[in-house]
């Protein structure tokens, strides 16, 4: 699967943005879907997951409760909207899907990744 993620942009802290990530070529509806962040120096971390229905969702305790991840498998899109945003949110966030049985809160096994989304917020 093929995943193009938009939305990034420069933000004030408070502020909102949502991102989404447009998925093609395979079966949406099939991949567990993720959103990660990585920010200057620092490692990638898992930020939210959502599984193959919608019904499931996973957020990283930093974002749980400003952030929502949700899905539309009907048009082949993830979305993860960002609430109340601090300027430790900035990074490079990433999408990527998982087709294999995991875990929800684990980010093993993610094996599709789009190519990247920057999100500042200043303070």
């Known amino acids: 699967v093929q995943l193009q993620a938009s939305g990034g942009g420069v933000v004030q802290a408070g502020g909102s943005l949502r991102l989404s990530c447009a998925a093609s070529?395979?079966?949406?509806?099939?991949?567990?879907m993720g959103w990660f962040r990585q920010a200057p120096g620092k490692e990638r971390e898992s930020v939210a997951a959502?599984?193959?229905?919608?019904?499931?969702?996973y957020y990283a305790d930093s974002v749980k409760g400003r952030f929502t991840i949700s899905r539309d498998n009907a048009k082949n899109t993830v979305y993860l909207q960002m609430n109340s945003l601090k300027p430790e949110d900035t990074a490079v966030y990433y999408c990527?899907?998982?087709?294999?049985?995991?875990?929800?809160?684990?980010?093993?096994?993610?094996?599709?990744w789009g190519q990247g989304t920057e999100v500042t917020v200043s303070s």
């Open positions: 990527a899907g998982r087709g294999r049985i995991y875990i929800l809160a684990t980010s093993a096994g993610f094996d599709y």
């Open positions: 070529g395979r079966t949406f509806s099939n991949y567990d």
């Open positions: 959502i599984n193959r229905s919608g019904g499931r969702k």
